[in-house]
Nanobody
């Protein structure tokens, strides 16, 4: 059974930092492209960042220069380091796994999802 378990969320002041982790089990982690999405109340789930199985990274424009996605295949874990957090970053953050390479922002292309972790940046 595949499980993705996020951790590291919390409440920080605007300008603060957090590091999210997503521990994967039940899949051959190194073969999967991993991504972080977020969903704010009343909004659609939004793609934030992606790291391919080969380590190439991609980001939505609004987080470029502030967020860094990384992975540790030995630990079956993907991370999202978030710096200079803004109130508009407030959302539930989800990690997701896929072997698809065609549509990184398309939620339907992801096979597995975590349960989410809340990130709140207060103004």
């Amino acid at each position: 059974q595949v499980q993705l378990v996020e951790s590291g969320g919390g409440l920080v002041q605007s300008g603060g930092s957090l590091r999210l982790s997503c521990a994967a089990s039940g899949l051959t982690f190194r073969n999967y492209n991993m991504a972080w999405f977020r969903q704010a109340p009343g909004k659609e789930r939004e793609w934030v960042a992606r790291i391919t199985s080969g380590g190439t990274t991609y980001y939505v424009d609004s987080v470029k220069g502030r967020f860094t996605i990384s992975r540790d295949n030995a630990k079956n874990t993907v991370y999202l380091a978030m710096n200079n957090l803004k109130p508009e970053d407030t959302a539930v953050y989800y990690c997701a796994a896929t072997r698809d390479y065609t549509s990184p922002r398309d939620v339907s292309k992801y096979d597995y999802w975590g349960q989410g972790t809340q990130v709140t940046a207060s103004s």
